[in-house]
Each structure stands twice: as structure tokens, then as C-alpha cells.
């Protein structure tokens, strides 16, 4: 029986794929908006420029006044246009009214003349009414359908247009509706209905004209796609007649100030051959557009880089199946998760969402860099929803294991602390044991990283006059080293206990014994030593560990040679050098763990000899071993200034007195 949690998981899955195909307001705006990152993450980069934009700008106006000009001074700018042998010339402004400047009609006339045999594509604007002044359709190149169905062109009513005059005089004419104001302008007609008649864009029309092109193909593609022949390139559109546009960046080289063209400053080469479209710039927000790229431009621009994009290629399309495409992710990814979910981890669970949501993201933008617009944001708002609501569900059994774990966590936390206290326990303190002895003077600081730890020291008196001591530390950390440097610790004192062999021996049997109980395969450095209490005569060895520090009275602190072997179960039966050293009456050797030179501040510096070196320099002569210890781990703990430790850290300071000392 399905469960509670996965059955709301269901219902989610089922209501995200009902909007996906009927594509509610809320979806479409989901998906512009994934489009629109689309393009801002990957812009059209802007290769050729069969297009030049001739602004009618602030410069334009300040120089020739506002606007609307006189019909004179615009057929002068399309003279002086047409001079250059331009390929063809759009112009993306509405004459509907007589020139209110020439009341004899004479400003008309000139203009008419300028258009007249210039090649000459004047502008038609879709409307969703009729005007009585433009009763009649727009006069439009015939153009021929090869599709089985006639397709769902956007339709407008009727349409405003250049007075009859100049209509007549113009080479063709192109829609130039391309959006609504104040919204992004992400599609634009190849080819509208106005009335019954098709219509082509300002952008099409232009480019039949310089082409000298009779009259315009559109062809079907599938159930999807309309193609619009121009001669031997197409225009790939939706089924709707409407082409997703790829946009670049806006490129001010791009634009020609009419004020620069009427005073001859701009070279005629800078037009010959091209697409000029005219347009008014310099007018403020009156006929500016927002593109998906955060661009606000003006909209003669949307116009050049329509014909940027039929050079340039690399169209967008969004295929008809593409909501089934969308449906089928959604689906496969809830089912998933609803399956997944209940029966891992909250952080598994997790991943495996994240997992899910970087798939959808790399289908979509490997899609788009193929020029497939596929909608994965929409899925992906539903899959957050079934991941939410089937993860909700979970919740209170993972509030349970919480708790639960919570208890156990306390009862291994009570644990820990009494195989603290047994560890601390088994560590001799040098108050009780060598309270009357006056030859000597010893002291041991440990401080686990943790609750417990794998460092460890031990001393005794072998004999009435040899002290043995040494100072260790476990590979590993935590409760299988502590109970590691139990056992080594233990064995340590119990080869040197025996008392039958030098220090050397000492470490070759306990390197024996130690490796026989060593499942985990761990290894022990250690330091020992052997003080003879009468002579001062130390016999020491080392297995892989830190060197210790000496000082004589009035003498600088030095430390002890390198390591002479190996750790302890490392090599097997090794054979451990004895070293020998006299000290003198007063002096002292230090024994530390690494968890003193590595220790570390909250920049991750380590504390290093060099520092502890400094440190000991610092310490007077008639300093006592506690206090030694004392001053050495109150400068590491200032050097560490409160950042977690890494490692434990062992301390152990043993001085001989020597009668002359002991005389002081």
C-alpha cells in the first residue's frame, strides 16, 4: 500500500505536468525568464553587419530641431542615403498625415520623390482595429503557401501606414510591430496577417527588395516550424510566423547620426551595400525596447538585429513537443524522488535532489547551445514542490532517529568521559610516587585532542637508583587509539620492568610484543630513557620520535640528535640503538609530542621548534620541571589562541639534581 507521503508526492507530480501542458500565466513566465538567462548567459555574437542604423538621435535634434522634421529635410536624409548605393533602406517611421510644416503638399511631394527608385521599404504597423484612413490592405508582394494547413499568423485588424503617396512611391513595405510596449521583446513576426493579406517584417521586406525577389515562399516544416524562402537563404519560424530572436549585445558602431550623414562626415562606403534602416533614437523612452538582455534600445534595433540573425544563422526554436519533453523530465525525476526519498538519508535525500536539478540545468543549456529552447525551470519548480512535499512527510521519522540518536549520542558521551577518567587514571603522577625522593625531579603534562587520545607518558623506579621514563604517541586518534596506547603502554613498562637487558632491548621486546596485538596494523612513537639517579649517566633510545630538549645550568637548551629507529610496528624485529649521555648536576630534558610543534593557530601556522626553542631559552635555571611544563604550554596555548587542537599534546620534564645542585 503506498504510503501517505508518497501518494501527496503523486498529486503534486500530477498537477506540475497539468500545468506544463496548458501552460497557465504562470508558467509562461517561468519560462521567459529561463529563455531570457538563456541569452544573457549566452549572448549572439555579433559576426557580420549587413545592417546600419541611420539615428535620428539627440544630435540630430538638437542640430535640426525637434521632431517631427519637414518632409523636406527627410527626403534630403534619404537623398543623401540613397547617394550611397545602400542595398536597401528601411524606414521605421509612419508618415499618416500630411506634412503639417508644407501646407501646399510640397513637403510630401519631395519626399515621395526621395523614396521613388532608392529601393525604398516603408513602414506598416499592425493594429487591432481598422482605420477609416487605411481602409484598404497594405499593397504587399505576393506571397505563396506550401503548408497543408493555413498557419496561425498573428492577425491584426488593420493597419497604419505612410500617406498614399508615399505608399506608392515605396519599393515594399514592412510590419514593424514587433511587441507590446513596456514588455520584452523576445519574438518577432517573419510574416503577419493583416486582414487576408500576409505581410511581411520591415526586416523580410527589405531583404526581397535588395534581392530584387518578385515575391516570398513560406514552407512547412513539420507541425512546428514555418520556413520563409528569400532567395538562397530561409528564415526558420515558429508555426505562428513569429521567430525567436537571438539577441547580442547592442554595438553603438552600428548607428550613423543623420546630423553626421547631412553635414557629409560619414564616408559613402560606411552605407554602400548595406540594409540602412532610418529610425528616431532621440526621443527618450517613446520607442524604446527591453530585450532579454537587460537592454533597453531603441526599436529600430530589433529591426537590424533580425537581419544580423538571418546572415548570422544559428537560429532559436522551440519544437512542439518540447512541453512533452518538459513533461517527460518531470515525471521521470518525481517518480525518483518519491521512490528515493522515504528511504534515504535527509542529506542523501538532498543530494539526490541537487543531483536532479544540475541534470535539468545541463539539459537546458546543452539544449539551448544547440538552438533548442526547452523549458526546464517549470519542471524544476515541480520537482522542488514533490521534493518538499515528500520530504515533509519524512520529517517526523527523521525527528525521531534524531532523538533517538541524541540519547545514544549522550550515553557514548557518558562512555567517553569514564574512558577518560581510566585513561587519565592509568598515568602515574609524580606527587604520590617520588613525594621523599630528592635526587630527582619530574613532571608530565597530557591534553587530549579530544575526550581520549593516543598520546601517553609512564615513569617508575625500575631499581633504588634508575629511573625509567618514557614519553609515546599512537598513529589515529580517538577511542581505538586510546585503547591502542593502553596496551603499548603497558607493554613498554613491562619490557623495561624486567630490568634484564639496555633500552635498546627494551624497545626490541616490546616492538615484538606490541605488534602481536595489532589488528589495525597502528604504530607507537616512543622516547625512553634510563636515569641512573646516583651518576646522572642517561640511557636512552628513540623509535620514530620527537627528540627532546636538554639544558644545563647557565647553558642554552639544545636539542637531542635525530631519530635512531623506526616507530614501533613498523619493521618487524628491528633492532634498536642504545645512546648514552652524562648530565650534569641540575640539568633537565624535555620530552614532547607533536602535538606541540603542530600545533596551530587560526591562520593554520604551526607552532614549530623554533618556537619551542625560544620558549625554553626563556625559562630560568631555577625553574622546576612543573613549572618548565607550565610556561611551555601557557606560550603554545597564547600561539593557538583558542583554535581547536588537531593532536594531543604530552608534556614530561625530568631533572637530575646532582649533589652539587641538591647543595644549593
Known amino acids: 500500500m503506498i504510503s501517505t507521503k508518497r501518494a501527496a508526492g503523486l498529486v503534486v507530480l500530477l498537477a506540475g505536468a497539468l500545468a506544463i501542458v496548458f501552460q497557465p500565466p504562470l508558467v509562461l513566465s517561468i519560462r521567459d525568464t529561463l529563455f531570457d538567462g538563456y541569452q544573457r548567459l549566452f549572448p549572439r555574437a555579433r559576426k557580420s553587419s549587413p545592417a546600419i542604423v541611420v539615428a535620428i538621435d539627440e544630435q540630430s535634434l538638437a542640430r535640426y530641431g525637434q521632431w517631427p522634421w519637414p518632409r523636406s529635410r527627410t527626403a534630403e536624409l534619404l537623398r543623401r542615403i540613397a547617394a550611397d548605393d545602400p542595398a536597401a533602406i528601411g524606414v521605421d517611421i509612419l508618415f499618416p498625415e500630411p506634412d503639417a510644416t508644407s ?27 481598422r482605420d477609416r484612413r487605411f481602409l484598404a490592405p497594405p499593397s504587399v508582394p505576393p506571397v505563396r503557401l506550401f503548408v497543408p494547413h493555413a498557419p496561425p499568423l498573428v492577425k491584426y485588424k488593420g493597419q497604419l501606414q505612410s500617406l498614399p503617396m508615399l505608399d506608392r512611391a515605396a519599393a515594399g513595405r514592412g510590419l514593424i510591430s514587433v511587441g507590446s510596449p513596456g514588455r520584452v521583446v523576445r519574438r518577432v513576426p517573419v510574416v503577419a496577417q493583416i486582414g487576408n493579406v500576409y505581410v511581411p517584417s520591415l526586416g523580410v521586406e527589405m531583404f526581397r527588395v535588395a534581392e530584387s525577389l518578385s515575391s516570398l515562399r513560406i514552407d512547412a516544416r513539420g507541425s512546428d516550424r514555418l520556413i520563409l524562402g528569400l532567395g538562397n537563404y530561409s528564415v526558420p519560424a515558429q508555426a505562428d510566423g513569429r521567430l525567436w530572436l537571438h539577441f547580442g549585445h547592442s554595438d553603438p558602431q552600428q548607428f550613423v547620426s543623420a546630423a553626421n550623414l547631412l553635414s557629409g562626415k560619414v564616408a559613402p562606403q560606411v552605407l554602400r551595400h548595406k540594409l540602412v534602416l532610418v529610425g528616431v533614437t532621440g526621443l527618450g523612452l517613446l520607442d524604446q525596447k527591453l530585450t532579454p ?47 528515493i526519498v522515504p528511504a534515504l538519508r535527509v542529506w542523501k535525500s538532498v543530494a539526490s535532489f541537487a543531483a536532479m536539478m544540475g541534470a535539468l540545468a545541463a539539459i537546458g543549456l546543452v539544449a539551448f547551445k544547440t538552438g533548442a529552447l526547452l523549458d526546464v525551470a517549470s519542471p524544476a519548480v515541480a520537482i522542488v514542490l514533490v521534493f518538499v512535499t515528500v520530504l515533509t512527510g519524512t520529517l517526523a521519522e527523521a525527528d525521531r532517529q534524531r532523538r533517538a540518536m541524541r540519547e545514544a549520542a549522550a550515553r557514548v558521551a557518558g562512555e567517553l568521559q569514564a574512558a577518560r577518567r581510566i585513561q587519565m587514571g592509568l598515568l602515574p603522577t609524580p606527587d604520590t610516587l617520588f613525594r621523599d625522593e630528592s635526587r630527582f625531579e619530574l613532571a608530565a603534562l597530557l591534553e587530549p585532542a579530544r575526550t581520549i587520545g593516543g598520546d601517553f607518558y609512564d615513569y617508575a623506579m625500575i631499581d633504588a637508583d634508575r629511573l625509567f621514563f618514557v614519553i609515546g604517541d599512537v598513529s589515529g586518534k580517538g577511542l581505538p587509539a586510546s585503547l591502542f596506547m593502553a596496551l603499548a ?43 641512573d639517579v646516583r651518576t646522572g649517566i642517561l640511557e636512552y633510545s628513540n623509535a620514530g620520535h620527537e627528540p627532546p630538549y636538554s639544558k644545563a645550568p647557565n647553558s642554552a637548551a639544545e636539542r637531542f640528535e635525530l631519530a635512531d629507529g623506526p616507530p614501533l610496528c613498523v619493521i618487524e624485529n628491528y633492532s634498536y640503538t642504545t645512546r648514552y649521555r652524562q648530565l650534569a648536576a641540575g640539568e633537565w630534558l624535555c620530552l614532547l609530542t607533536d602535538g606541540v610543534t603542530e600545533a596551530m593557530d587560526r591562520n593554520k601556522g604551526l607552532y614549530s621548534f623554533g618556537r619551542v626553542e625560544a620558549a625554553l631559552k626563556e625559562i630560568p635555571d631555577s625553574a622546576t620541571p612543573a613549572e618548565i611544563i607550565q610556561a611551555l604550554h601557557q606560550d603554545v596555548q597564547r600561539f593557538v589562541d583558542g583554535a581547536p587542537a588537531f593532536d594531543d599534546l604530552t608534556l614530561l620534564c625530568v631533572r637530575w639534581r646532582g649533589e652539587a645542585f641538591s647543595e644549593r
Open 293 to 339: 538582455l537587460g537592454e533597453r534600445v531603441p526599436g529600430v534595433e530589433i529591426h537590424q538585429q533580425f537581419l544580423e540573425q538571418i546572415f548570422d544563422g544559428g537560429y532559436l526554436h522551440r519544437p512542439a513537443k518540447a512541453p512533452w519533453i518538459e513533461v517527460g523530465l518531470l515525471i521521470v525525476a518525481g517518480l525518483l524522488l518519491i521512490a
Open 489 to 531: 603502554k603497558t607493554l613498554l613498562k613491562s619490557s623495561a620492568m624486567r630490568g634484564s637487558s639496555d633500552i635498546g632491548g627494551v624497545l626490541d621486546r616490546a616492538n615484538i610484543e606490541i605488534g602481536r596485538e595489532n589488528p589495525e596494523a597502528l604504530f607507537v612513537t616512543a622516547f625512553v630513557g634510563i636515569l
Open 103 to 129: 501646407p501646399d503638399g510640397s513637403g510630401d511631394v519631395a519626399l515621395a520623390q526621395a523614396i521613388r527608385g532608392n529601393r525604398v521599404v516603408l513602414a506598416v504597423a499592425g493594429l487591432p482595429y
